[in-house]
Every structure is written in structure tokens, then in C-alpha cells.
């Protein structure tokens, strides 16, 4: 058969899929997912496409060159069989298990019911929690089955007779598990992902391949050199500034701790956020979180009118609701969990002077006197101005805090970490130095590039020390987050921003001497993703990770994930570039491009793998055509006719490639950044 007829077809079959996968996810968004699944995902047309796909690509494989270009064609082969197994043989469903009941049978997804392998019986439910903290770390059922005690937990599933039981949710007594038989198609799916991981990685050993040939052409002497060259106050001025305590007093209630976001964290964290949800800062004029809102608590009348920031667009909205709302919480009392009790068992609750305080707190006076009266003695000795004795009493408070919940409070070293971390938060000023000097150095290159010289070694350097103390930057703020949230920071946007910047900061520094075209590059995607970090849209506090994201595969999806679209977003720079400048220079800056698309595109398919192994693990299925899983999956389809660029017509022309390369961008974009604000799924939260 005709060489290029297959790729037409096969090429061209794959085209199709693509757009009936962004018109699926848009279909879910407007009218459900039953009516994306019927209409696509399940249509025989779409499996047929599919196999149209991998028949080509079976086909082409004995005009291919190299044992690992090879396997990984035939692993893709391999797991589009496995995905239809698992169509045609699996089963899911959901079982409840009431505690103390024996049940015989699950239910469908159809609603049908099934007899269960065996009899299950719960014998209870624990919910673990992380210490000092009433936030969830793990749901755990014990269950009875033929005999056996098995424990299914969060990351923790139970076999029995082929069927895999997860923890799904619980209720009052009774404990929600999902179900998945899948004889035969995750058996195949990861054989084709272990057999693609291989190829993967033996390609770029393999003689002869496209990304070795254009490695080769760019490191000759003569083309290295060819490319080398190649809320506003203004308001309030006529009026009274608002009261607030000296900042020595104000700085004594920073040494608190308190209960907020459902962990145990000095009060100056909570005085943090409030102060930047209602202002857009982390102070307010001349004064301090800490300055800011204990004076909303003792002088709530003089802040009352000051008015927060907000858009236009969101007055009267409850996004201005939400703001007024947490500075009536702190000046009510109510945001102020400073008062640890400790229970019989030894756990500790907090709470506010407000709460309704347990019955061994009642019993004794003197305590209850304490947590219900202090914050008034306080007050008191604000209005007299009495400075020194509202110290005092704070420090009452600290040492109270200290007596009762000692165990569960964080370390000094902790605390000064997080103090350090909260002063490093939003990175305003690198993100701004970053975009400019990756703007002029683009544009510097442009220059260069077009006359046929090389950037100035001065330059280089002075920018690649610039992009070494911008690494160290990022470097201290995520191991800060780190070591504070006790958890690696791969999840939640601020998180996986900064990564990402860290990434394109490392990747700099690695790479600036061979490579001097990636300094803009990096600066610029760098200063991009600390831009959307610093964005009030994206949450910077550090919360407990949910049970189920507490896997050591999260950790090198996330990862594999961002340093792909690190890469590609370099890819992008370049194709931008490669339009503007002469042919010669486009040229080399394609090879550029293909270097770092090999190792960029491969990290995408390894990063979405990896995350369908961990939704198998963690909830029974490899893929459920989530809007974020079809728009990654997508991505990779879109980039691969990119990879294909020497083998295919429309992409030879430097210009052309150049062109398709920032133009595939836009589906990083929608991935990470569309579907989460607008197409929703399972992983909007990422």
C-alpha cells in the first residue's frame, strides 16, 4: 500500500478523533455526560476510527526503522486493544455496606443488581485524621469476607475473586464501595504501557531516529554558531486613617497559634490571607496583616468603610459578599480558634470564645472563665491603651496554648519556616523582572538572530546568573511549602505553577552555554507561570492533601506533567520566533524545536499514564473520559503530528512547523487552564 495514502488516512482518521474528542467534552459541558458518551465515546463510529488509526500504523510499521520506534507504535496498538477489552468485559458499580448487615449483592452502572464474589459484612469505619486537625487523612472500612478481615482505604484496595473493591464515601453507618471487574483489558493496557515506557526510552538510544539526526545537525560547529547568532484607597484621603495597635502589640499576637483551613498555624498565616482576599495585599497601606486584622476585631467601626478590592464586574456579586463576610468573622470572634481542649483520648479541638465549649471545659470554671472572658479583658486594655498589659495577657493565651495542646502544635523551626515562606508567597517582583527581561532578551535574539550574530556573551552570562538567583528564589519558596504543608507541593494551581517556574529556571541553567536561545524562553515561561501564580484566582494556602491525592504517583504525574509543558511552552517561544526571522535561522531554530519536542511529548505520554494508573489504583478505572484526561490525551495526538514533521508534506517548511508548533500550544492552554474554568471534571481542581 502507498506510503503516503496510509498517512493520509491514518493521519487524517486521527484528525477526526481529535475534533470529535474537543466536541465530547464540550457536549458534557452543555448537556451531560450521557449525552457525550452516546454520541461519541460509545459510538461504533468512534471505535472504528480508532481501529482505522492503529491498522495504519500497524501497517507502516514494516517501512519503519529501529526496533523502539517500533514498540512504541505497537504499544499504542497494544492499549487501544486494551481499552476496548475493557469496553466490551468490565463492569463497574457501587456497593453499600450497612455495619453489621451481610450483603450478597452490588449494583451495576446500568442499576442492575449482581451477586457479590462473597458475603461482605462491615464491621466499622474509621476516619483518620491528620494530627491537631479535624481534616480527613484517610477513610478506612473493615470488612468481613469469607472469613478474612480486609481493610479498603483511600490508595488501599481490596481482591477478592477478580473483583476490586475501593473506598468510595461513607454515610452514617453504612460504607459506600465502588466495584471494578476488568478481566481482561487492564491485563493488556499495561502490557502496551509498560512496552510504550521501554520504547520510550530506548529511542533515544536508537540510531538513525529524527530526533538524533537533528541533535546531530545542531551541534555541528557551523550551525551551533549560525544559531549561537542566531482596592484602591485613594478614596480615603481626605478622611481619618483607620486605628490600628501599635505593631510591637500587633506582633505579639503573631507569636498565636490558631485553628484555620483546617490546620493548626501561626495566626499571622490566617492574618495573611484575610488581609489579601479583602485587599488584594498582604497589607494595607502602611500597615500589616497583623496591624490589619486585629484591627477589625478592636476597632471594627473605624475599618468598617474601607473599601475592599474589587472588580467591577464582581460588585454586589458574592465574590464582594465573601469578603465582607470574613471581616464580620474576625470581628465577631468567630475566625479566632486560639483555644485548644484536649479530650479523654487525648485529641485536641479548637475554638472560639463564641462556640458552644465541651461539657469537661464547663466543669471547670476557671478554664471556662478563661476561653469565654480573655478576649474581652484584651479588648479592655485596647481602649485604655494599656499596651504592656495587652501583651501580657496574649502571652497568657500562648502559654494556655502551650499547656493544652503542646503535642499537636508545629515546631519553632516549622513556624519560623512558615513565617519566612509567608513573606516569599506571591512572587510580584520576580515574576515582573522575569517577563521583562525575557520580553527584551526575545526580542535582543530576534535582532541577533537576523543578522547573523550571536548574542553577547556578557549578556548570557549576566542573564544566566539572573536565571540561577531566580532558581534559588523558587527553590527556597516550594521547599519552604514543602517542609511547612508536609506534603511534596504537586498539587493545587499556586503549587504546580511554581513548579513549573522552577522547571523553566532550572532548565536555564542547565542549558544557557550550549543553548543561549533558552534564556528568553525560560525567563519568559518562568515569569508567565509566577504571573498566574500571583493572580488572586489561584489559592496560595497551604491546606492538607484529600486522602485520595496522597500517592506517591501524584508526585511524578504532576511532575512529568510540568516539565512537559515547561518544554512545549519553549516550543512555542521558538515557533513565534522562528516566524519572524530569516529561512536559514527558522531552519535551525527547528531542529532546536524537535530536540526538545522528543523529551517534551514523551513526558506527556509518560505524566498522562501515570495518572491513569493511579486513578486505577485509587478508584478502580485507567480512564472515564474526564474533560482534563480527554483534553491530555488530545494534546499528545495534536503534538505527534509535530513529531511526524519530517515524514509529513504540510510540516517540512521551517514556517509551517513553526507555525503548527505555537499554534498546538493552545491545547496546554485549554488542558490546564480551560478545562478547569470552564469544562469542570474530576480534576478541576488541579
Same mark, same amino acid.
Given at each position: 500500500?502507498?506510503?503516503?495514502?496510509?498517512?493520509?488516512?491514518?493521519?487524517?482518521?486521527?484528525?477526526?478523533?481529535? /475534533?470529535?474528542?474537543?466536541?465530547?467534552?464540550?457536549?458534557?459541558?452543555?448537556?451531560?455526560?450521557?449525552?457525550?458518551?452516546?454520541?461519541?465515546?460509545?459510538?461504533?463510529?468512534?471505535?472504528? /476510527?480508532?481501529?482505522?488509526?492503529?491498522?495504519?500504523? /500497524?501497517?507502516?510499521?514494516? @517501512?519503519?526503522?529501529?526496533?523502539?520506534?517500533?514498540?512504541?507504535?505497537?504499544?499504542?496498538?497494544?492499549?487501544?486493544?486494551?481499552?476496548?477489552?475493557?469496553?466490551?468485559?468490565?463492569?463497574?458499580?457501587?456497593?453499600?455496606?450497612?455495619?453489621?448487615?451481610?450483603?450478597?449483592?452490588?449494583?451495576?452502572?446500568?442499576?442492575?443488581?449482581?451477586?457479590?464474589?462473597?458475603?461482605?459484612?462491615?464491621?466499622?469505619?474509621?476516619?483518620?485524621?491528620?494530627?491537631?486537625?479535624?481534616?480527613?487523612?484517610?477513610?478506612?472500612?473493615?470488612?468481613?469476607?469469607?472469613?478474612?478481615?480486609?481493610?479498603?482505604?483511600? $490508595?488501599? &484496595?481490596?481482591?477478592?475473586?477478580?473483583?476490586?473493591?475501593?473506598?468510595?464515601?461513607?454515610?452514617? $453507618?453504612?460504607?459506600?464501595? @465502588?466495584?471494578?471487574?476488568?478481566?481482561?483489558?487492564?491485563?493488556?493496557?499495561?502490557?502496551?504501557?509498560?512496552?510504550?515506557?521501554?520504547?520510550?526510552?530506548?529511542?533515544?538510544?536508537?540510531?538513525?531516529?529524527?530526533?538524533?539526526?537533528?541533535?546531530?545537525?545542531?551541534?555541528?560547529?557551523?550551525?551551533?554558531?549560525?544559531?549561537?547568532?542566531?482596592?484602591?484607597?485613594?478614596?480615603?484621603?481626605?478622611?481619618?486613617?483607620?486605628?490600628?495597635?501599635?505593631?510591637?502589640?500587633?506582633?505579639?499576637?503573631?507569636?498565636?497559634?490558631?485553628?484555620? $483551613?483546617?490546620?493548626?498555624?501561626?495566626?499571622?498565616?490566617?492574618?495573611?490571607?484575610?488581609?489579601?482576599?479583602?485587599?488584594?495585599?498582604?497589607?494595607? $497601606?502602611?500597615?500589616?496583616?497583623?496591624?490589619?486584622?486585629?484591627?477589625?476585631?478592636?476597632?471594627?467601626?473605624?475599618?468598617?468603610?474601607?473599601?475592599?478590592?474589587?472588580?467591577?464586574?464582581?460588585?454586589?456579586?458574592?465574590?464582594?459578599?465573601?469578603?465582607?463576610?470574613?471581616?464580620?468573622?474576625?470581628?465577631?470572634?468567630?475566625?479566632?480558634?486560639?483555644?485548644?481542649?484536649?479530650?479523654?483520648?487525648?485529641?485536641?479541638?479548637?475554638?472560639?470564645?463564641?462556640?458552644?465549649?465541651?461539657?469537661?471545659?464547663?466543669?471547670?470554671?476557671?478554664?471556662?472563665?478563661?476561653?469565654?472572658?480573655?478576649?474581652?479583658?484584651?479588648?479592655?486594655?485596647?481602649?485604655?491603651?494599656?499596651?504592656?498589659?495587652?501583651?501580657?495577657?496574649?502571652?497568657?493565651?500562648?502559654?494556655?496554648?502551650?499547656?493544652?495542646?503542646?503535642?499537636?502544635?508545629?515546631?519553632?523551626?516549622?513556624?519560623?519556616?512558615?513565617?519566612?515562606?509567608?513573606?516569599?508567597?506571591?512572587?510580584?517582583?520576580?515574576?515582573?523582572?522575569?517577563?521583562?527581561?525575557?520580553?527584551?532578551?526575545?526580542?535582543?535574539?530576534?535582532?541577533?538572530?537576523?543578522?547573523?550574530?550571536?548574542?553577547?556573551?556578557?549578556?548570557?552570562?549576566?542573564?544566566?546568573? &539572573?536565571?540561577?538567583? /531566580?532558581?534559588?528564589?523558587?527553590?527556597?519558596?516550594?521547599?519552604?511549602?514543602?517542609?511547612?504543608?508536609?506534603?511534596?507541593?504537586?498539587?493545587?494551581?499556586?503549587?504546580?505553577?511554581?513548579?513549573?517556574?522552577?522547571?523553566?529556571?532550572?532548565?536555564?541553567?542547565?542549558?544557557?552555554?550550549?543553548?543561549?536561545?533558552?534564556?528568553?524562553?525560560?525567563?519568559?515561561?518562568?515569569?508567565?507561570?509566577?504571573?498566574?501564580?500571583?493572580?488572586?484566582?489561584?489559592?496560595?494556602?497551604?491546606?492538607?492533601?484529600?486522602?485520595?491525592?496522597?500517592?506517591?504517583?501524584?508526585?511524578?504525574?504532576?511532575?512529568?506533567?510540568?516539565?512537559?509543558?515547561?518544554?512545549?511552552?519553549?516550543?512555542?517561544?521558538?515557533?513565534?520566533?522562528?516566524?519572524?526571522?530569516?529561512?536559514?535561522?527558522?531552519?535551525?531554530?527547528?531542529?532546536? @524545536?524537535?530536540?526538545?519536542?522528543?523529551?517534551?511529548?514523551?513526558?506527556?505520554?509518560?505524566?498522562?499514564?501515570?495518572?491513569?494508573?493511579?486513578?486505577?489504583?485509587?478508584?478502580?478505572?485507567?480512564?472515564?473520559?474526564?474533560?482534563?484526561?480527554?483534553?491530555?490525551?488530545?494534546?499528545?495526538?495534536?503534538? @505527534?503530528?509535530?513529531?511526524?514533521?519530517?515524514?509529513?508534506?504540510?510540516?517540512?517548511?521551517?514556517?509551517?512547523?513553526?507555525?503548527?508548533?505555537?499554534?498546538?500550544?493552545?491545547?496546554?492552554?485549554?488542558?490546564?487552564?480551560?478545562?478547569?474554568?470552564?469544562?469542570?471534571?474530576?480534576?478541576?481542581?488541579?
Amino acid at each position: 500500500m502507498n506510503k503516503f495514502f496510509l498517512q493520509v488516512i491514518g493521519f487524517g482518521t486521527m484528525a477526526v478523533n481529535i /475534533l470529535l474528542m474537543m466536541a465530547a467534552t464540550i457536549l458534557e459541558k452543555l448537556y451531560g455526560s450521557y449525552t457525550a458518551f452516546s454520541w461519541v465515546y460509545h459510538n461504533p463510529v468512534f471505535f472504528a /476510527l480508532w481501529a482505522v488509526t492503529a491498522v495504519c500504523g /500497524l501497517y507502516s510499521l514494516r @517501512s519503519m526503522k529501529g526496533l523502539f520506534t517500533k514498540l512504541i507504535h505497537v504499544a499504542f496498538t497494544l492499549i487501544l486493544a486494551g481499552a476496548f477489552l475493557t469496553h466490551l468485559t468490565g463492569e463497574e458499580g457501587h456497593v453499600r455496606l450497612p455495619k453489621g448487615e451481610t450483603v450478597l449483592t452490588w449494583i451495576k452502572e446500568d442499576g442492575s443488581e449482581k451477586a457479590l464474589p462473597c458475603p461482605l459484612e462491615l464491621e466499622r469505619f474509621e476516619i483518620e485524621r491528620y494530627s491537631g486537625s479535624e481534616a480527613a487523612a484517610n477513610y478506612k472500612s473493615f470488612v468481613e469476607a469469607d472469613g478474612r478481615q480486609l481493610e479498603i482505604s483511600m $490508595n488501599h &484496595i481490596a481482591r477478592i475473586g477478580g473483583y476490586r473493591f475501593f473506598q468510595s464515601r461513607f454515610e452514617e $453507618n453504612a460504607s459506600i464501595l @465502588s466495584i471494578n471487574h476488568d478481566p481482561w483489558g487492564i491485563g493488556v493496557t499495561y502490557t502496551g504501557y509498560f512496552l510504550l515506557l521501554m520504547g520510550l526510552i530506548g529511542y533515544f538510544f536508537q540510531k538513525g531516529t529524527s530526533f538524533r539526526r537533528h541533535l546531530g545537525r545542531l551541534l555541528k560547529p557551523a550551525a551551533l554558531l549560525l544559531f549561537l547568532a542566531v482596592p484602591s484607597v485613594k478614596g480615603m484621603a481626605a478622611q481619618e486613617a483607620p486605628r490600628v495597635l501599635p505593631k510591637e502589640v500587633a506582633d505579639a499576637f503573631g507569636e498565636l497559634y490558631v485553628y484555620y $483551613n483546617d490546620r493548626v498555624c501561626p495566626f499571622e498565616t490566617m492574618a495573611r490571607d484575610y488581609t489579601l482576599k479583602a485587599y488584594g495585599k498582604s497589607h494595607w $497601606n502602611e500597615y500589616d496583616a497583623l496591624q490589619v486584622v486585629t484591627g477589625w476585631l478592636f476597632y471594627y467601626d473605624w475599618w468598617k468603610d474601607v473599601p475592599f478590592k474589587v472588580k467591577a464586574k464582581d460588585r454586589g456579586t458574592p465574590r464582594e459578599a465573601e469578603k465582607s463576610y470574613i471581616v464580620q468573622q474576625v470581628a465577631s470572634g468567630d475566625a479566632w480558634k486560639l483555644y485548644p481542649v484536649a479530650d479523654s483520648t487525648g485529641h485536641v479541638r479548637w475554638y472560639n470564645s463564641n462556640e458552644m465549649l465541651p461539657q469537661e471545659v464547663v466543669e471547670d470554671y476557671d478554664r471556662w472563665v478563661f476561653i469565654r472572658k480573655v478576649m474581652d479583658v484584651v479588648e479592655r486594655s485596647v481602649r485604655a491603651e494599656d499596651w504592656a498589659e495587652v501583651t501580657r495577657i496574649v502571652e497568657k493565651i500562648g502559654a494556655y496554648q502551650q499547656k493544652e495542646a503542646s503535642a499537636v502544635l508545629p515546631s519553632p523551626v516549622k513556624v519560623r519556616a512558615e513565617k519566612l515562606y509567608n513573606r516569599l508567597m506571591r512572587p510580584m517582583v520576580p515574576f515582573m523582572l522575569a517577563i521583562t527581561l525575557g520580553l527584551i532578551l526575545f526580542v535582543l535574539l530576534g535582532i541577533r538572530l537576523s543578522k547573523g550574530k550571536e548574542l553577547p556573551y556578557g549578556v548570557s552570562k549576566a542573564s544566566a546568573l &539572573i536565571a540561577f538567583l /531566580l532558581l534559588l528564589y523558587l527553590t527556597l519558596t516550594l521547599g519552604l511549602r514543602w517542609y511547612v504543608s508536609g506534603h511534596a507541593p504537586f498539587a493545587g494551581s499556586y503549587s504546580v505553577m511554581m513548579l513549573m517556574a522552577w522547571l523553566s529556571a532550572l532548565g536555564t541553567c542547565l542549558l544557557w552555554k550550549r543553548f543561549p536561545m533558552v534564556l528568553p524562553m525560560g525567563f519568559l515561561i518562568g515569569g508567565f507561570t509566577m504571573l498566574m501564580a500571583s493572580m488572586q484566582g489561584a489559592n496560595p494556602q497551604i491546606t492538607h492533601l484529600m486522602p485520595v491525592l496522597q500517592s506517591p504517583l501524584l508526585s511524578l504525574h504532576v511532575l512529568s506533567m510540568m516539565l512537559s509543558y515547561t518544554l512545549l511552552g519553549m516550543v512555542a517561544f521558538t515557533g513565534i520566533l522562528g516566524l519572524v526571522v530569516p529561512v536559514r535561522a527558522a531552519i535551525r531554530l527547528r531542529d532546536m @524545536s524537535m530536540v526538545i519536542l522528543f523529551p517534551a511529548v514523551f513526558l506527556l505520554i509518560i505524566g498522562t499514564f501515570l495518572g491513569a494508573v493511579w486513578a486505577n489504583i485509587s478508584w478502580g478505572t485507567y480512564w472515564s473520559w474526564d474533560p482534563k484526561e480527554t483534553w491530555a490525551l488530545i494534546t499528545f495526538l495534536v503534538y @505527534s503530528y509535530a513529531l511526524h514533521g519530517d515524514h509529513l508534506r504540510f510540516l517540512r517548511h521551517p514556517r509551517t512547523f513553526h507555525a503548527f508548533c505555537a499554534a498546538a500550544f493552545l491545547m496546554v492552554l485549554i488542558t490546564y487552564f480551560g478545562v478547569n474554568l470552564i469544562l469542570g471534571g474530576m480534576h478541576a481542581y488541579a
